[in-house]
Protein backbone atom coordinates (compact mmCIF):
# COMPACT_ATOMS: atom_id res chain seq x y z
CA UNK A 1 0.00 0.00 0.00
CA UNK A 2 1.18 3.14 -1.04
CA UNK A 3 2.70 5.51 1.76
CA UNK A 4 1.79 9.16 2.53
CA UNK A 5 4.08 11.36 3.64
CA UNK A 6 2.79 13.83 6.73
CA UNK A 7 4.00 17.49 6.93
CA UNK A 8 6.03 16.47 9.75
CA UNK A 9 7.54 13.75 8.23
CA UNK A 10 8.52 15.88 5.00
CA UNK A 11 10.14 18.70 7.63
CA UNK A 12 12.63 15.51 9.54
CA UNK A 13 13.55 14.08 5.83
CA UNK A 14 14.22 17.92 4.74
CA UNK A 15 16.00 18.79 8.21
CA UNK A 16 18.23 15.69 7.64
CA UNK A 17 19.16 16.24 4.14
CA UNK A 18 19.90 19.77 4.84
CA UNK A 19 22.83 18.67 7.46
CA UNK A 20 24.07 16.05 5.22
CA UNK A 21 24.44 18.67 2.13
CA UNK A 22 25.90 21.24 4.46
CA UNK A 23 28.49 19.31 5.89
CA UNK A 24 29.29 17.49 2.25
CA UNK A 25 29.10 21.31 0.93
CA UNK A 26 32.17 22.52 3.68
CA UNK A 27 34.54 19.28 2.00
CA UNK A 28 37.27 20.57 0.04
CA UNK A 29 35.91 17.24 -2.14
CA UNK A 30 33.07 18.11 -2.76
CA UNK A 31 32.50 18.55 -6.85
CA UNK A 32 30.42 20.63 -9.00
CA UNK A 33 28.19 18.11 -10.26
CA UNK A 34 27.33 17.66 -6.20
CA UNK A 35 26.86 21.39 -6.06
CA UNK A 36 24.71 21.45 -8.96
CA UNK A 37 22.53 18.38 -7.49
CA UNK A 38 22.45 20.81 -4.11
CA UNK A 39 21.39 23.52 -5.86
CA UNK A 40 18.15 21.50 -7.49
CA UNK A 41 17.63 19.78 -4.10
CA UNK A 42 17.29 23.22 -2.68
CA UNK A 43 15.58 24.94 -5.34
CA UNK A 44 13.18 21.85 -5.41
CA UNK A 45 10.25 22.57 -2.51
CA UNK A 46 10.09 25.61 -0.05
CA UNK A 47 10.74 22.76 3.02
CA UNK A 48 13.99 21.70 1.64
CA UNK A 49 15.11 26.01 1.58
CA UNK A 50 13.64 26.52 4.88
CA UNK A 51 15.63 23.30 6.12
CA UNK A 52 19.10 24.86 4.74
CA UNK A 53 18.75 28.34 5.34
CA UNK A 54 17.93 26.85 9.47
CA UNK A 55 20.72 24.73 9.19
CA UNK A 56 22.68 27.61 7.98
CA UNK A 57 21.35 29.91 10.76
CA UNK A 58 22.43 27.36 13.33
CA UNK A 59 25.90 27.39 12.23
CA UNK A 60 26.30 30.98 11.95
CA UNK A 61 25.29 31.17 15.97
CA UNK A 62 27.51 28.19 16.64
CA UNK A 63 30.73 30.11 15.36
CA UNK A 64 32.19 32.28 18.10
CA UNK A 65 30.12 29.95 20.38
CA UNK A 66 32.48 27.04 21.51
CA UNK A 67 32.58 28.23 25.59
CA UNK A 68 28.80 27.87 25.59
CA UNK A 69 27.99 25.09 27.98
CA UNK A 70 26.17 22.40 25.93
CA UNK A 71 27.94 23.36 22.28
CA UNK A 72 31.36 23.65 23.75
CA UNK A 73 31.11 20.62 25.87
CA UNK A 74 29.92 18.15 23.18
CA UNK A 75 32.31 19.61 20.31
CA UNK A 76 35.15 19.32 22.97
CA UNK A 77 33.94 15.10 22.89
CA UNK A 78 33.46 15.16 19.73
CA UNK A 79 36.86 16.43 18.64
CA UNK A 80 39.06 14.66 21.03
CA UNK A 81 42.31 13.92 21.15
CA UNK A 82 42.64 16.84 18.65
CA UNK A 83 41.21 20.35 20.68
CA UNK A 84 39.17 22.55 18.90
CA UNK A 85 40.98 26.37 18.30
CA UNK A 86 39.00 29.37 19.99
CA UNK A 87 37.94 30.39 16.66
CA UNK A 88 36.35 27.13 14.77
CA UNK A 89 37.30 27.63 11.10
CA UNK A 90 34.93 27.29 8.64
CA UNK A 91 35.26 23.50 7.45
CA UNK A 92 36.51 22.76 11.10
CA UNK A 93 32.27 24.11 12.25
CA UNK A 94 31.06 22.00 9.69
CA UNK A 95 32.91 18.53 11.28
CA UNK A 96 31.51 20.09 14.47
CA UNK A 97 28.04 20.04 12.85
CA UNK A 98 28.25 16.70 11.69
CA UNK A 99 29.64 15.96 15.21
CA UNK A 100 26.82 17.73 16.83
CA UNK A 101 23.83 16.42 14.65
CA UNK A 102 25.12 12.68 15.46
CA UNK A 103 24.47 12.71 19.94
CA UNK A 104 21.50 15.08 18.97
CA UNK A 105 22.62 18.42 20.06
CA UNK A 106 21.84 19.88 16.67
CA UNK A 107 18.25 19.49 17.51
CA UNK A 108 18.55 20.41 21.16
CA UNK A 109 20.03 23.79 19.94
CA UNK A 110 17.64 24.06 17.25
CA UNK A 111 14.39 23.34 19.44
CA UNK A 112 15.77 25.52 22.55
CA UNK A 113 12.70 27.71 22.99
CA UNK A 114 10.65 29.63 26.06
CA UNK A 115 7.55 28.49 25.92
CA UNK A 116 4.71 31.22 27.23
CA UNK A 117 0.61 31.04 26.86
CA UNK A 118 -1.23 34.04 27.39
CA UNK A 119 -5.20 34.66 27.09
CA UNK A 120 -7.51 36.98 27.80
CA UNK A 121 -11.11 36.93 29.31
CA UNK A 122 -13.49 38.83 30.05
CA UNK A 123 -11.00 42.35 28.98
CA UNK A 124 -8.20 43.34 26.79
CA UNK A 125 -5.17 42.30 28.04
CA UNK A 126 -1.30 43.64 26.87
CA UNK A 127 1.77 41.48 27.31
CA UNK A 128 5.18 42.29 26.52
CA UNK A 129 7.10 38.56 25.01
CA UNK A 130 10.73 37.73 26.26
CA UNK A 131 12.08 39.51 22.73
CA UNK A 132 10.45 42.76 23.72
CA UNK A 133 7.76 42.16 20.60
CA UNK A 134 4.33 43.53 22.53
CA UNK A 135 0.54 41.65 22.08
CA UNK A 136 -2.39 43.30 22.91
CA UNK A 137 -5.13 40.31 23.21
CA UNK A 138 -9.19 41.14 22.60
CA UNK A 139 -11.48 39.55 24.83
CA UNK A 140 -11.96 35.13 24.39
CA UNK A 141 -8.35 35.52 23.06
CA UNK A 142 -5.91 32.81 23.06
CA UNK A 143 -1.62 32.94 21.77
CA UNK A 144 1.15 30.24 22.47
CA UNK A 145 4.09 31.38 22.24
CA UNK A 146 7.42 29.82 21.62
CA UNK A 147 10.74 32.14 21.10
CA UNK A 148 13.98 30.10 20.33
CA UNK A 149 17.47 31.04 19.14
CA UNK A 150 16.80 31.49 15.43
CA UNK A 151 12.45 32.04 15.21
CA UNK A 152 9.53 33.29 16.96
CA UNK A 153 6.51 31.11 16.54
CA UNK A 154 2.96 32.18 17.76
CA UNK A 155 -0.11 29.88 17.49
CA UNK A 156 -3.07 32.25 17.30
CA UNK A 157 -5.47 29.45 19.23
CA UNK A 158 -8.38 31.67 19.41
CA UNK A 159 -9.84 35.38 19.44
CA UNK A 160 -8.26 39.07 18.00
CA UNK A 161 -4.38 40.03 18.63
CA UNK A 162 -2.79 42.91 17.45
CA UNK A 163 0.97 42.32 17.33
CA UNK A 164 3.72 45.39 17.48
CA UNK A 165 6.82 43.32 16.18
CA UNK A 166 10.35 43.61 18.36
CA UNK A 167 12.82 44.03 14.99
CA UNK A 168 14.72 41.01 14.82
CA UNK A 169 16.59 40.11 11.06
CA UNK A 170 17.57 36.76 12.53
CA UNK A 171 14.79 36.04 13.64
CA UNK A 172 11.36 36.18 12.00
CA UNK A 173 8.29 36.54 13.69
CA UNK A 174 5.35 33.96 12.61
CA UNK A 175 1.99 33.69 13.24
CA UNK A 176 0.29 30.59 12.80
CA UNK A 177 -3.79 30.87 11.87
CA UNK A 178 -4.63 27.19 11.39
CA UNK A 179 -4.80 28.36 7.47
CA UNK A 180 -1.34 29.72 7.03
CA UNK A 181 0.78 31.59 8.45
CA UNK A 182 1.91 35.97 8.71
CA UNK A 183 5.78 36.07 8.70
CA UNK A 184 7.52 39.39 9.55
CA UNK A 185 10.61 40.84 11.02
CA UNK A 186 9.38 44.03 12.42
CA UNK A 187 6.24 45.52 11.93
CA UNK A 188 2.77 46.35 13.28
CA UNK A 189 -0.21 43.96 12.10
CA UNK A 190 -3.46 42.52 13.45
CA UNK A 191 -4.99 38.99 13.44
CA UNK A 192 -8.43 38.13 13.70
CA UNK A 193 -9.69 34.57 13.84
CA UNK A 194 -13.27 32.69 13.91
CA UNK A 195 -15.46 30.35 12.93
CA UNK A 196 -15.62 31.26 9.44
CA UNK A 197 -13.02 33.36 8.35
CA UNK A 198 -9.13 34.58 9.13
CA UNK A 199 -8.10 38.30 8.90
CA UNK A 200 -4.62 39.77 8.53
CA UNK A 201 -4.91 43.75 8.86
CA UNK A 202 -1.20 45.19 8.30
CA UNK A 203 -0.63 48.62 10.43
CA UNK A 204 3.27 49.58 9.54
CA UNK A 205 6.37 47.71 7.78
CA UNK A 206 5.37 44.50 5.52
CA UNK A 207 4.09 40.86 6.14
CA UNK A 208 3.89 37.78 3.91
CA UNK A 209 0.76 35.35 4.42
CA UNK A 210 1.41 32.24 3.30
CA UNK A 211 -1.04 29.37 2.39
CA UNK A 212 -1.63 26.42 4.36
CA UNK A 213 0.52 23.20 3.65
CA UNK A 214 -2.41 21.94 2.02
CA UNK A 215 -2.72 24.65 -0.54
CA UNK A 216 0.73 24.95 -1.64
CA UNK A 217 0.10 26.01 -4.98
CA UNK A 218 -1.52 29.18 -4.08
CA UNK A 219 0.63 32.33 -4.13
CA UNK A 220 2.52 33.65 -0.98
CA UNK A 221 0.52 37.44 -0.32
CA UNK A 222 2.71 40.36 0.56
CA UNK A 223 1.16 43.16 2.46
CA UNK A 224 1.71 47.32 2.31
CA UNK A 225 -0.01 49.32 5.17
CA UNK A 226 -3.26 49.94 5.28
CA UNK A 227 -4.18 46.44 3.00
CA UNK A 228 -5.79 43.03 4.49
CA UNK A 229 -6.02 39.88 3.78
CA UNK A 230 -9.01 37.63 4.29
CA UNK A 231 -9.03 33.62 4.58
CA UNK A 232 -12.85 32.12 3.97
CA UNK A 233 -14.04 29.01 5.04
CA UNK A 234 -16.86 29.08 2.21
CA UNK A 235 -13.78 29.16 -0.53
CA UNK A 236 -10.57 27.96 1.13
CA UNK A 237 -8.99 30.98 -0.27
CA UNK A 238 -7.32 34.28 0.88
CA UNK A 239 -7.80 37.40 -1.18
CA UNK A 240 -6.29 40.87 -0.55
CA UNK A 241 -8.08 44.64 -0.12
CA UNK A 242 -7.04 47.73 0.61
CA UNK A 243 -8.99 48.50 4.29
CA UNK A 244 -8.81 51.64 6.97
CA UNK A 245 -6.58 49.71 9.51
CA UNK A 246 -6.68 52.57 12.25
CA UNK A 247 -10.51 51.88 12.17
CA UNK A 248 -9.86 48.40 12.05
CA UNK A 249 -7.65 48.07 14.98
CA UNK A 250 -9.67 50.97 16.86
CA UNK A 251 -11.05 48.34 19.56
CA UNK A 252 -7.26 48.51 21.36
CA UNK A 253 -8.35 51.88 22.27
CA UNK A 254 -12.00 51.12 23.62
CA UNK A 255 -14.25 52.39 20.60
CA UNK A 256 -15.64 51.34 17.62
CA UNK A 257 -15.06 53.52 14.66
CA UNK A 258 -17.41 52.69 11.23
CA UNK A 259 -16.59 54.14 7.86
CA UNK A 260 -19.62 52.85 5.76
CA UNK A 261 -19.58 49.64 7.84
CA UNK A 262 -21.82 46.59 6.25
CA UNK A 263 -24.35 46.55 9.00
CA UNK A 264 -23.89 42.49 9.33
CA UNK A 265 -20.15 43.37 10.46
CA UNK A 266 -21.13 46.07 12.21
CA UNK A 267 -23.01 44.33 14.81
CA UNK A 268 -20.57 41.04 14.78
CA UNK A 269 -18.48 43.55 16.12
CA UNK A 270 -20.81 45.36 18.33
CA UNK A 271 -21.32 41.70 20.22
CA UNK A 272 -17.91 41.13 21.36
CA UNK A 273 -18.06 43.72 24.19
CA UNK A 274 -22.04 44.33 25.04
CA UNK A 275 -23.93 42.12 27.18
CA UNK A 276 -26.59 42.95 25.39
CA UNK A 277 -26.28 41.37 22.06
CA UNK A 278 -28.26 42.93 18.54
CA UNK A 279 -29.62 40.61 15.88
CA UNK A 280 -31.00 40.84 12.32
CA UNK A 281 -34.19 39.38 11.88
CA UNK A 282 -33.78 39.41 8.22
CA UNK A 283 -30.04 38.93 6.37
CA UNK A 284 -30.98 41.60 3.57
CA UNK A 285 -30.20 44.17 6.59
CA UNK A 286 -26.55 42.87 6.53
CA UNK A 287 -25.49 45.13 3.45
CA UNK A 288 -26.70 48.42 4.71
CA UNK A 289 -23.93 50.39 6.01
CA UNK A 290 -23.18 53.07 9.05
CA UNK A 291 -20.45 55.30 10.12
CA UNK A 292 -19.60 57.00 13.23
CA UNK A 293 -17.69 56.67 15.93
CA UNK A 294 -19.07 54.65 19.56
CA UNK A 295 -17.52 53.31 22.58
CA UNK A 296 -17.61 49.98 23.10
CA UNK A 297 -19.48 47.87 25.64
CA UNK A 298 -23.12 49.43 25.01
CA UNK A 299 -25.55 48.18 21.83
CA UNK A 300 -28.28 49.55 23.03
CA UNK A 301 -27.05 53.27 22.95
CA UNK A 302 -25.05 52.45 19.58
CA UNK A 303 -27.81 51.22 18.20
CA UNK A 304 -30.43 53.87 19.42
CA UNK A 305 -30.09 56.09 16.79
CA UNK A 306 -30.01 53.84 13.92
CA UNK A 307 -34.00 54.02 13.11
CA UNK A 308 -33.28 57.54 12.07
CA UNK A 309 -30.76 57.00 9.67
CA UNK A 310 -31.65 53.02 8.49
CA UNK A 311 -34.58 51.55 7.22
CA UNK A 312 -34.87 49.74 10.26
CA UNK A 313 -37.07 49.38 13.96
CA UNK A 314 -35.64 48.15 16.96
CA UNK A 315 -37.71 45.92 19.76
CA UNK A 316 -36.11 44.58 22.97
CA UNK A 317 -36.72 40.99 23.08
CA UNK A 318 -35.55 39.50 25.92
CA UNK A 319 -31.42 40.24 26.48
CA UNK A 320 -31.20 40.93 22.85
CA UNK A 321 -32.35 43.53 20.58
CA UNK A 322 -34.10 42.40 17.29
CA UNK A 323 -33.05 44.60 14.10
CA UNK A 324 -36.31 44.29 11.55
CA UNK A 325 -36.45 46.07 8.33
CA UNK A 326 -39.30 49.09 8.43
Not at 38 to 59: C, D, G, H, P, T
Request: aromatic share 6%; hydrophobic share 40%; with cysteine.
Amino acid sequence: MRSVLTSMDRDVIAKNEAEAWFVRLMSPECSAAERRSFEQWRASSSVNEEAYVAIEKLWQRLDGMEEDEVIGRHAAAALKPEPAPRRWPLALAASVIAALVGVGVVDQVRTSATVEHYQAQDQSRKVTLSDGSEVTLDLATEIDVRLSRSERNIKLVAGRALFDVAHDASRPFRVDTGHGKVTALGTQFQVDVDSDQVIVTLLEGSVSVSPPEAHRQEPTLRLAPGQQARYSNANSRWAQHDVDAAAVVSWSSGFHVFSATPLGEAVREINRYSATKLRLADPSLESLVISGNFKTGDAETISSAWPIVLPVTLQKVGAEIVIAPR
